[in-house]
């Protein structure tokens, strides 16, 4: 809240900037002599986003910064990653005041602009199966009512004036400005913009230029707009300060499997292209894949799934009119085997070549309205496609959403293996909030605690103070803020405290934690049933399953009493030790479940390495009789298998998520997910090696693990 009323502050006084960031420059300066390093990244975070946000800063103030950077070089990660991106852009700002302002509104805003052809975009998913109807409304109601005041045109007259601000200082006529601005046509206004946008770019590519330089250029600019409506002679009025846009959010209730990529498909394609998804599906049917993709340079053999009429058995082959039926002496076989009829699958819009290729502009790429039989030599080799947008998908829940991303993430790096489209022209960031709906959904799962709901949020809030501070506390603030009366004049209220701290989590949290996908494997008791593949991020766990007939129920109760509840169970494990060497362990015991965690207690614990957590069951004899005790045998481990003796199946949920339960399983297998890329590239160099290396080639620069990042303020702080 200190934070959000400081910035606040700002948009209402702008001119008490400069001393607000004196402020935080000496508290920064003081948090260093006394080696208060926890209070350093959220000070560094404070004032970079007021530098952002204030008019006009003097050279002095954002000196000192610039030197407080290079001196985090010295110290460990993050203090040196966060230190070296933002001296980088200090330096920047420093020699064209108003940079970082304005491309953080070109990006975010989408705003068309040669220089710095970058855009951005907040993607805000939530389970309406885990958040209440009231917490889904309001949410999509603030993410709209912080959309209503953002047209391309408000944002590109904020852009010129801040620059001016930014240069000119007390010289630039704030309220001449606005009002020449308002007067001006569309055209006008947007060639003013990018008069002011060349200018301001080209000042902080030179690094010879002086700062007198650029302020000489946005004068004469800045009397050029003021002369369009005789205004030049108005009483300055100082710094007015321009407000910082919003950025583009959409609300989304992930209601499909392949929702996410989707979205980010329609992201990655013009938006006058994909207006029409029917007449591209057409045009696939017209024309031939291979006319389609023949001169495209950007994606190199590519490989398409057809649903294939053709059995290509060739008795199968239609007779023709002339030929005879065969005699009766002929193969018998001949007369089983058929052909029926097939039907042609019609592909999705999203999923038709026409419909990704319009969103390559490689060199060689062809209209797929213009089909050719031989595609014509390429001039050259085509430049590789700049990933010049930035999609930042922001999850709302608890694990288990967390669980499904895991899920969805595999999927589009398995689809993205088999054809790159995303990955080269798209970055793709993952931002986590915390929500916990106060009346937990109806599940056969038992109800969970709050803390065993969101292990990750308070992992992330142990290794980031500045994240627990910032993004926990709205666990409970969200659901309170949906449940509370509706004002009548909400409409006219535009500080709005959730969207304004969702923008600065998604502008300011750059440092990932990367968490281990992990890989399950399931089999079950049917013979006909197949393995099922799943995926985890945060719990595993596992019960004894009641058997379904009588008779097998029957068994069960005198084995009972016999043995002990539960079930026999293989355990076969690799055991994690300090030396990293590989330890083949396996186990007998008789288990009526186990629990798998993959978020450790503690943020000095390793995070690639499962907890296991087996209940044993002991027999005790003893004068009395026999008896039976539960006890927890606790295992480190990747990689672990484990099988019913008995054949006896038992159920295993998923990420605590009651609709990723698997019933009737008699073996597992989990280990470390692969990533796609590195499977695919070990396959090929396992086949070219003559001695069968596996670890060949390109595949030891590749990452093994699919790793989930998740962006916090800091990252780990050691």
Request: hydrophobic share 40%; with cysteine.
């Amino acid at each position: 809240m200190l934070r959000w009323t400081l910035h606040k502050k700002i948009d209402q006084n702008p001119r008490n900037s400069s001393m607000l960031v004196s402020i935080l420059v000496k508290e920064l300066e003081r948090a260093e002599r006394g080696d208060f390093r926890h209070y350093i990244i959220p000070l560094l975070h404070t004032l970079m986003y007021t530098l952002i946000k204030a008019p006009c800063i003097s050279d002095e103030l954002c000196g000192r910064v610039y030197d407080f950077c290079k001196k985090l070089l010295t110290l460990p990660k993050p203090f040196c990653t966060i230190g070296l991106d933002y001296a980088a852009r200090l330096k920047t700002e420093r020699a064209a005041p108003g940079t970082l302002y304005q491309r953080m509104v070109i990006a975010e805003q989408s705003l068309k602009s040669d220089p710095y052809p970058y855009q951005e975009k907040i993607f805000i998913f939530a389970d309406p199966e885990l958040l209440s109807e009231a917490i889904c409304n309001a949410l999509l109601t603030d993410t709209e009512a912080a959309q209503v005041a953002q047209s391309p045109r408000a944002c590109m007259c904020y852009v010129i004036i801040h620059a001016m601000e930014a240069a000119l200082g007390e010289g630039c006529d704030s309220s001449g400005l606005k009002a020449s601005l308002q007067a001006l046509s569309l055209s006008e206004v947007e060639h003013w913009f990018q008069q002011v946008v060349a200018a301001v770019e080209s000042a902080g590519h030179e690094a010879s230029a002086a700062r007198s330089q650029h302020a000489a250029r946005l004068e004469k600019i800045h009397q050029a707009v003021l002369s369009s409506l005789q205004a030049g002679n108005a009483p300055l009025g100082g710094l007015q300060g321009t407000p910082l846009p919003n950025p583009n959010i959409s609300f989304h209730l992930w209601t499909e499997e392949e929702q996410l990529w989707k979205e980010l498909v329609l992201f990655i394609r013009p938006a006058a292209q994909s207006c029409e998804p029917e007449r591209l599906s057409q045009e696939l049917d017209t024309f031939a894949m291979q006319d389609i993709l023949c001169g495209c340079e950007c994606c190199p053999q590519p490989r398409f799934s057809v649903l294939s009429t053709d059995s290509g058995i060739e008795r199968d082959l239609p007779l023709p009119a002339e030929e005879s039926l065969p005699p009766c002496g002929a193969e018998p076989e001949h007369s089983r085997l058929h052909r029926k009829g097939g039907m042609r699958k019609k592909p999705s819009p999203l999923e038709s070549v026409a419909f990704l290729q319009a969103g390559c502009h490689g060199a060689g790429l062809k209209p797929p309205g213009k089909p050719q039989r031989r595609a014509a030599p390429a001039p050259g080799p085509a430049a590789l496609p700049q990933r010049l947008r930035t999609a930042r998908i922001l999850l709302l829940g608890d694990d288990r959403v967390l669980g499904r991303l895991a899920r969805a993430y595999r999927s589009l790096r398995k689809r993205e293996t088999r054809r790159a489209f995303l990955t080269p022209r798209l970055n793709l960031q993952f931002y986590y909030i915390p929500v916990v709906a106060e009346q937990p959904s109806t599940s056969e799962q038992p109800a969970t605690g709050q803390e065993e709901l969101c292990e990750v949020a308070t992992y992330l809030g142990r290794a980031d103070p500045w994240y627990e501070s910032n993004i926990n506390t709205l666990c409970h603030m969200i659901p309170k803020l949906a449940t509370m009366p509706s004002s009548p004049s909400k409409h006219l209220v535009t500080d709005l405290f959730l969207t304004d701290v969702i923008a600065y989590y998604a502008r300011m949290g750059t440092q990932p934690v990367c968490f281990q996908v992990y890989a399950v494997k399931l089999f079950f008791n049917a013979p006909a049933q197949e393995p099922a593949e799943d995926v985890f991020l945060t719990e595993l766990r596992s019960q004894a399953q009641d058997s379904a007939s009588p008779r097998e129920l029957s068994l069960t109760k005198k084995k009972t009493a016999l043995d002990g509840p539960g079930i026999d169970l293989t355990v076969t494990y690799r055991k994690v030790v300090l030396s990293d060497r590989a330890k083949e362990l396996a186990l007998a015991l008789r288990s009526t479940g186990l629990l798998m965690k993959a978020i450790p207690a503690d943020e000095a614990e390793d995070l690639l390495c499962l907890n296991v957590t087996i209940t044993e069951i002991i027999r005790i004899n003893n004068l009395s009789g026999r008896s039976f005790s539960a006890v927890a045998t606790r295992l480190r481990t990747q990689n672990i298998t484990i099988r019913s003796t008995e054949q006896r199946p038992f159920t295993v949920c998923l990420d605590k998520d009651s609709r990723r339960t698997y019933r009737n399983v008699i073996s597992m297998e989990v280990s470390p997910c692969l990533e796609p890329s590195y499977c695919l590239q070990k396959t090929r160099t396992t086949k070219l090696s003559l001695h069968g290396a596996e670890d060949g080639g390109l595949v030891k620069y590749l990452p093994k693990s699919l790793l989930l990042p998740i962006n916090t303020f800091a990252g780990v702080i050691q």
